[in-house]
């Protein structure tokens, strides 16, 4: 099986940053493009930063700018380091993996359980 686990969320201030991680773990071969999602509280879910297995990145407009997206092949890891944080960045912030072959098959969409950033103001 395959599980995408998020770390780095937390509280900070406005103006402030962080980085998230998430670590894909199993008989992973390659995985294609991966992600970061958010959703905020009666809001919809929305893409933040896309990045393909070769690197190349997209960002949602509000983001451009502030947010990076990267990823370590051969550890099955992605990145996303948000700096210029707004308390409108509020939000659980989802990994998501598109296409992951591994040994026992290939899985279309894995989603990570999500982790909390809470921007205060």
């Not at 591994?102 to 205060?120: H, I, N, P």
């Amino acid at each position: 099986q395959v599980q995408l686990v998020e770390s780095g969320g937390g509280l900070v201030q406005a103006g402030g940053s962080l980085r998230l991680s998430c670590a894909a773990s199993g008989s992973i071969f390659a995985i294609n493009d991966m992600g970061w999602y958010r959703q905020a509280p009666g809001k919809q879910r929305e893409l933040v930063a896309g990045i393909s297995s070769g690197g190349i990145t997209n960002y949602v407009a509000s983001v451009k700018g502030r947010f990076t997206a990267s990823r370590d092949n051969a550890k099955n890891l992605v990145y996303l380091r948000m700096n210029s944080l707004k308390p409108e960045d509020t939000a659980v912030y989802y990994c998501y993996a598109d296409s992951v072959t591994t040994a026992g098959g290939r899985y279309l969409e894995v989603w990570g359980q999500g982790t909390l950033v809470t921007v205060s103001s």
